[in-house]
């Protein structure tokens, strides 16, 4: 199972330089609810709902989106190995959330201060954005 973070998606969506290859695509992913708020306040920033709120979407359905529970919220509460901002504190309890419940997880992620959290944590990354 794939732990999906916004950067990998808005990569994706925007054809920036650093995309995973499509085979990626076909695998099962799980994120925090954030996911979904985040890629479409970055697709109504840049102007480009017209254009790509449809792929969003269509992407967006595909994740299996876990909320702001409250084990979840608690555990984002807790201190982490290395200094995290607010929302990538929320993404790496959601992460370590899933793993409790007994799955095994990989972070794909292009975001570097969140690889780093999450490897401290001891999650693999995914081979696909490394």
Not at 12 to 17: I, R, T
Not at 30 to 59: D, I, M, P
Not at 104 to 126: H, K, N, P, V
């Amino acid at each position: 199972m794939i732990y999906l973070d916004t950067s990998v998606v808005l990569a994706w969506l925007f054809a920036e330089d650093r995309v995973p290859p499509a085979a990626f695509w076909s695998q099962v992913f799980v994120s925090s609810r954030l996911l979904e708020y985040e890629v479409f306040n970055r697709v109504h920033a840049r102007g480009a709902a017209a254009s790509h709120a449809v792929q969003a979407r269509q992407l967006v359905d595909r994740v299996n989106l876990i909320g702001l529970e409250p084990r979840v919220l608690a555990r984002a509460l807790q201190p982490f190995p290395a200094p995290v901002r607010t929302l990538d504190a929320l993404h790496l309890a959601t992460l370590d959330f899933v793993r409790h419940q007994g799955a095994a997880i990989e972070l794909a992620t292009y975001d570097q201060r969140l690889a780093a959290a999450a490897t401290a944590m001891g999650f693999a990354l995914s081979a696909a954005t490394r």
